[in-house]
């Protein structure tokens, strides 16, 4: 319904003017124009005069109602009303005019219609429902989120379980050569990682040399795939109830050891130079693992050291500084790839053949030598003068005497006890390409801690494999004769005055066979 403004009634044109605040409407007796609305005038004067006041109203359901309760004929009274009366009967206009009152659409309907006309503009409320649209939406990303947050959880669980076992794999096979070996050694690293083949559904594979990639077929590389189906909490509605999770890894050597020479000690003095010293291993390096301040002691300036690099842990504190290759202090701990090799003994079962009478021996007994991975024990102190050795472990269980010029072929002199004493002589040695002892010529294991001198006096060495002597200190003093020349030190500690050694770096020299190799992910 609208509200009056202003009306009129014009006799001689037969037209009313109704003024609403919506619009202005005019109603024509002989053609009404507003044919969408229906029309309520009443408040004609009853004088019969022009009328003054006409309240008009508009409503769609009037149409055609007319007067059919002839309700206006009733009460017409003046001329006006009557000339107005005629024209609603015979148009059938829209609504009745009667007087002062207003009986076009009965008051129930019309207040129905207010009613609904309110309820369709009243907006209490929207927020609540946009709220719990909205809120279904939420919950629906946030039910996501939580599943796909346990899936790359477990994906990445999955990776480090893979990396471990391809790594492992590496490793076992670098040293054991064999596939079952390293498949077993990858299994057990990836069940330490919580995938356990076998187990909830986790598939563990392990492939030597790698299936796919670009390192397939490779024998340096092993492959690493594991597979576990992981449960999901909200997917599962949608009928995912699982999700299988998977990570896959390569290790392997593709690079040789950069370190030729490893100072093992934690703590003291690990590397000790004095004099005019002198170390040349341009292709390698020198790390020493000392934590103290004093891991690294210079003594004079008139020393060399002429290194791919020297890296201490601990600091320095001598006045003099190595040159021209500066010591990096503060460096980051390596372990060494060596671990600790105990060397054959008679408790161990190591020795294959145990010599309880010789004192010394002469001449070329690589005929009686005990082979590769086998050795000989001699329990008394032997002095090997101007001898030549065969493959095989030659363990002294109370030192040994180098004379003249000794040559080992594809062995190792192994230093159980004792000590060991060079002089003015000569030695040669090649060490073994493959087997326990794989890359050491001169050995001294871990529980002899003696002095280990390798120059002292005019003698010279030439050592085609490792010094290895975890528990000592190897010590080189003089600069007579040329000095010593082995292709890598692994020691507890080193003393070096003013002397020479030259490292060519075992590791590049045997890349393919060197167990100073780095096994790295590469995949």
Known sequence: MCDLVYSSYRQLSNRVYCACRSRVVQVT???????????????????????????????YHCNQMGDPAGRYRKHAKTPAQRVIRNHFNSKSLLCSVFGNTRAAIPAMRMRTIAVWKDTLRDESGNVLVLAAVAMTGLLGFAALATDMGVLFRA?????????????????????????????SAGKAASSLNGFTDGTDGAVVTISV???????AGISAYVEAVVT??????????????????????????PTNGLACMWFMANSGTALDLQGKYDIEATSCGVYVNSTDASALSV?????TMNTAFLEVVGSSTSVHATSPTQPTLNAAPRKSPWGQIPGPTEGNGGCTTINTATTSITGNVTASAPGLNHAICYQKAVTLNGATLGAGVYMFEKGVTISGTVTVNGGTIDVYGGTFSQGNAILNITAPTSGIYNGIALMQP???????????????????????????RVYLQDNGGNGVTTTGIVANSMHLGPSKITIPSYDKAHPSTTPNRVVSLVE
């Open 155 to 183: 994906r990445r669980n999955a990776q480090t379980a893979a990396d471990a076992a391809a790594v492992a794999g590496a490793l076992e096979y670098l040293y054991q050569g064999t596939s079952t070996s390293a498949t």
């Open 29 to 59: 007796f002989r053609a009404v124009r507003t044919a969408k609305h229906g029309t309520n005038v009443s408040g004609l004067d009853k004088s019969g005069a022009t009328p003054k006041l006409v309240t008009c109203c508009f409503e």
């Open 299 to 303: 003594t004079g300036a008139s020393g």
């Open 209 to 215: 040399p790698p299936a796919d990639g670009p390192n």
């Open 228 to 253: 576990k189906p992981q449960k999901t909490f909200f997917m599962g509605m949608f009928g995912h109830k699982t999700m299988t999770v998977a990570g896959r890894a390569v290790a392997g050597t």
């Open 446 to 472: 871990s529980n002899n801690t003696t002095d280990l001198h390798v120059q002292f006096g005019s003698n010279s060495q030439t050592l085609d494999g490792y010094i290895y002597a975890p528990g000592a």
